[in-house]
């Protein structure tokens, strides 16, 4: 998924005044979903948030899988930038983490289903194949 979030709160960047900010989910590397696991995982820590089980239902780690998101189109932005975004911006941007992962759930749910082995991933449909028969 891709847009503009526009910022209620506008914030500096590198000495400009952003109050757009693009951003493109499927852009997010291993790398960028490990930061905001980490990050995460260290904000839960610092503030004794207790920990969810499953990432579909972590507000810090939708957070910063946004943050992932934006940065992935933008890399002159740095996540300590977007760390200064404050108010309901904040909720925009989570709100984009959260549709990514409850995408990938819904993938995830949709692969454990199926169980034919001519199922086609990327389409979600699957070929007909002919029955065999033991009559002659």
């Known amino acids: 998924m891709k847009g503009t979030i526009r910022l209620d709160n506008s914030i500096m960047i590198n000495g400009t005044s952003v109050s757009e900010l693009s951003y493109d989910d499927s852009l ?6 490990g930061l905001a696991s980490k990050r995460s995982e260290e904000i839960t820590l ?3 948030v207790r920990a969810v089980g499953a990432m579909e239902t972590d507000n810090v780690f939708h957070l910063y899988l ?12 740095d996540i300590t930038d977007l760390e200064r975004i404050t108010g309901r911006d904040t909720i ?3 709100k984009v983490g959260r549709a990514f992962t409850i995408r990938s759930a819904e993938v995830d749910a949709d692969l454990a289903e199926s169980t034919d082995s001519d199922t086609e991933i990327s389409t979600g449909q699957s070929e007909t194949t002919e029955e065999l028969s033991t009559e002659d």
């Open 46 to 48: 610092k503030y004794h």
């Open 66 to 77: 946004g943050f992932a998101s934006i940065i992935a189109v933008n890399p002159n932005i």
């Open 92 to 94: 925009q941007i989570a």
């Open 28 to 33: 997010i590397s291993i790398d960028m979903f």
